[in-house]
């Protein structure tokens, strides 16, 4: 069974990064809207959306099922990229970013714990990371291709773009029909809140999940948030139709580093990974967005090349510290976290963005990242002293 579902989820995953207007996504809000607020507002609607779905989906997904919860997060998500395409006003677009965030929670928890629940019926938990980054690789394989044909294709007219991404997540929806539901780990027997409970308790007893939790929503809120905004501060360096080419060397140098992340990461270790990352990731976003130039965009592109190997020891990391019968609750209850910090941020770049310039906020967003560094480094530490 592992073999069938691992394959769909290599096209699953190519399939929901094959979307043409992702990468240009603020630039056709904001027209539409007609601010970079309102534009950016977008993403943070989606993440508060998300944020207040996480939990119940979670739960979902433990009580009833995998399967079934893959199958509604590609219906409202085909749903939302209706709403968008169509994008009449702001309002359309906040529709599509509620179900958009809807579809992300289904997403968030279930699709990882899919993966997890799969292997382990053939007892091969061992391989989760080499099969979370091959899985996750070909995501970021279709964001180069699709940030490259929607380049050229919005110069030309940015309703192809949307109607076309419409097209590729009815195939995704098509191919959620397809997967094999793996067996539950344990049947729960405790109502709702017992179980919301259990988990939350995890969180405040185990320190290594909480320094994990606090470090992915700060770092998932700041630099998410640029990454979804970095096209307002592109079309300021380079043409509209080159835009794409930052988005697929990007993808590509993300694609590759998810693909070997596993031999990455057992070479220079889990938390050695994501500090490393982390590091690299700010000092790069720091010249680029802090000396706006037509290299900018370049440098921007980098960091890809250990992002993969870094989001697979983060997730590698919380996995370990999870329990079988909540793993999904768990992951939707630290989704829940970041989700609501990224819809802060967003809200905040946009204003930044409108005030002063969109370098200016991206420059911003990395010196409130700075933070993480020291709490990596006492995972790290922690992990040497045991």
């Known amino acids: 069974m592992y073999k ?3 394959h769909l989820l290599k096209i699953f995953n190519f399939l929901i990064g094959f979307s043409l207007f992702a990468p240009l996504a603020i630039i056709y809000f904001s027209r539409v809207s007609g601010s ?3 534009g950016a507002s977008i993403f943070g609607i989606t993440m508060l959306a998300s944020a207040i779905f996480e939990v119940p989906t979670g739960i979902w997904s433990d009580r009833v099922g995998r399967r079934v919860t893959i199958i509604l997060g590609s219906w409202t998500r085909v749903i939302a990229f ?3 395409a169509i994008g009449l006003s702001y309002w359309w677009l906040v529709a599509g970013a509620i179900l958009e965030g809807l579809s992300r929670s289904f997403y968030s928890g279930n699709n990882d714990t899919l993966l997890h629940d799969t292997l382990a019926d053939d007892g091969m938990e061992g ?5 979370l980054g091959k899985t996750t690789s070909t995501e970021h394989m279709a964001y180069g291709i699709s940030g490259l044909l929607g380049g050229i294709v919005a110069s030309i007219s940015f309703a192809y773009v949307m109607w076309l991404s419409v097209v590729s997540q009815a195939i ?3 191919i959620s029909y397809k997967f094999v539901e793996p067996k ?3 049947h729960l027997d405790t109502n709702l809140f017992a179980h919301i409970k259990e988990a939350v308790k995890l969180f405040v ?3 290594k999940l909480r320094l994990l939790s606090i470090t992915d929503a700060i770092s998932f809120s700041t630099g998410e948030v640029s990454f979804q905004f970095r096209s307002a501060f592109l079309q300021s360096v380079w043409p509209l139709w080159a835009i794409g080419i930052v988005s697929t060397l990007t993808s590509i140098g993300a694609s590759l580093s998810f693909h070997f992340s596993s031999k990455i990461i057992r070479k220079v270790g889990s938390e050695k990974m994501i500090l490393i990352r982390s590091i690299y990731g700010k000092i790069s976003s720091l010249i680029a967005y802090g000396i706006p130039s037509v290299y900018s965009p370049l440098i921007v592109i980098t960091p890809s090349i250990i992002y993969g190997a870094g989001q697979v ?7 370990r510290e999870f329990s079988d019968h909540q793993r999904a609750t768990m992951s939707s209850l630290n989704s829940f976290i970041s989700n609501i910090g990224f819809a802060i941020m967003s809200v905040a770049i946009g204003l930044f963005a409108d005030f002063t310039s969109p370098a200016t906020a991206l420059f911003t967003m990395t010196l409130i990242s700075i933070p993480i560094i020291p709490l990596y480094y006492q995972i790290f530490k922690g992990r040497n002293d045991q």
């Open 127 to 131: 391989d989760y990371d080499e099969h």
């Open 4 to 6: 069938k579902n691992i």
């Open 172 to 174: 995704m929806l098509y």
């Open 205 to 207: 007893h185990n320190k």
């Open 82 to 84: 209706i709403l968008y």
């Open 313 to 319: 020891a983060k997730n590698e990391l919380m996995q």
């Open 184 to 186: 539950l780990r344990s």
């Open 36 to 38: 970079y607020t309102l």
